[in-house]
């Protein structure tokens, strides 16, 4: 069984850090495109960023900057590192295991606050 555990968020005031883990079992990470997705309340999920197996990454416009996503495949674990956050990055994040079409895992998701 495919389990994916975020952690690493919380409260922190505007231009502060915080690095959220995703941490899996049940599937080897180095082989799926992982992504981190945020939905704040009242809003659509939004993708994030976006890591695959061989490295490249992306990030969307509004964190480009100050949000980098890195893997550690020993680890297995993907990590989403926020820096100069804002307090519009509030939302709950999610990391989701891209292997295939038929098999997406998304985690239970990790809560940012950013207060002004």
């Known amino acids: 069984q495919v389990h994916l555990v975020e952690s690493g968020g919380g409260l922190v005031h505007t231009g502060g850090s915080l690095r959220l883990s995703c941490a899996a079992s049940g599937i080897a990470l180095r082989f799926c495109i992982m992504m981190w997705y945020r939905q704040a309340p009242g809003k659509e999920r939004e993708l994030v960023a976006s890591?695959?197996?061989?490295?490249?990454?992306n990030v969307v416009d509004s964190v480009k900057g100050r949000f980098t996503i890195s893997r550690d495949n020993a680890q297995n674990t993907v990590y989403l590192q926020m820096n100069s956050l804002k307090p519009e990055d509030t939302a709950m994040y999610y990391c989701?295991?891209?292997?295939?079409?038929?098999?997406?895992?998304w985690g239970q998701g990790t809560q940012v606050t950013v207060s002004s």
């Open positions: 890591i695959a197996p061989g490295g490249s990454s």
């Open positions: 989701k295991a891209f292997l295939s079409a038929e098999f997406v895992y």
